[in-house]
């Protein structure tokens, strides 16, 4: 019940937004010739351009992989994919600095798309690699989805907008300092620049409590469904891995224990594969200390991890010169 709600009001906030863009429009067709009527009906359109729903895209530092050139990583993506359930990436990038994995749809299409943090990615054995592509995929398959996640963007946006601008006072200094600069010619009463002000601040006395508190609710409404989201997530994850090691992993990415040891290496000038070598070590040291064999899965095991690195290697070793970045 408390999903369907949620989808309610968003739906309700990208009419909203939907609105705006209709009302300029035909608010400037219906007078052309007016300068006030395009002052009001850009500053609508302008809203709801600001405010129209992403489709989401990959973050500016990804790098694609080509399917040619990393056969091996999709193939191993592909595998946890139809074990989890959802469609498999048809992209699979890298970021240098990524600490995570994340599936998301970008685009018209809504192209699946996996990007995989390689400082990581590098650290971990190959049975926890399974476990963060499964877990990637099973909070994408339980999370607020493209209706509600881009609602609560645009009331972020809202809220950004109307809490967030620069005093009244700092836009008349600058105006006047733009008059002085133009010896005069701009010192006139600026009728057009006023009315759009004007607007905009009617525009958010009226909708900015009603939107705030629409805001809270929505958020509120998520939020009280959080433990159902993470009881599912779980389960799908749970088809992947273990419980134990899901939650392993949710502790060794909070830490970041597992940065020190390869941003030591780095500085000292090991090899990416002297580098990896230890990381697996330490991934089979047991709590007492005992050296274990080097875990795996069906997904994912240690042969098909090994050729996965073989493909990362050139990107590992680019990468690997600013993972001292990292925090």
Known sequence: ????????????????????????????????????????????????????????????????????????????????AGAVGVRAPVTVAVMDLGVDATYTRVGLRRTPVLVIGLPLWLALPPRQRATLLARAYAMSATGEGLIVGQALATLAEWRLGLT???????????RLQMDKASLGIMHNPGASY??????????????????????????????????RTEELRRGLAAKVTSAEELSALEELMASGR????????????????????????????ADDGVLTSAPGTGALGSRESAAIDAELLAHYTRAIRGFGLIS
């Open 1 to 80: 019940m408390k999903r369907l709600l949620a989808l309610a009001v968003s739906l309700c906030v990208h009419l909203l937004t939907l609105a705006f863009l209709v009302a300029g429009v035909a608010l400037i067709a219906a007078s052309p010739g007016e300068l006030v009527v395009w002052l009001a009906g850009g500053l609508l359109v302008t809203i709801g351009v600001v405010l129209r729903p992403r489709l989401g895209r990959l973050p500016a530092d990804a790098e694609v992989l080509g399917r040619a050139a990393a056969p091996e990583l999709y193939g191993a993506a592909a595998r946890v």
């Open 258 to 285: 597992y940065l020190a040891p390869i941003q030591a290496a780095a500085l000292r000038g090991e090899s990416v594969p002297s580098i990896r070598e230890d990381a697996l070590t330490r991934s089979r040291l």
């Open 194 to 227: 006023d009315a759009a002000g004007f607007l905009g601040r009617i525009v958010g006395r009226v909708l900015g409590g009603p939107l705030l508190l629409v805001e809270v609710g929505l958020v509120r409404l998520v939020r009280s469904d959080a433990g």
């Open 164 to 174: 967030g601008a620069e005093p009244i006072k700092a836009r008349e200094e600058a």
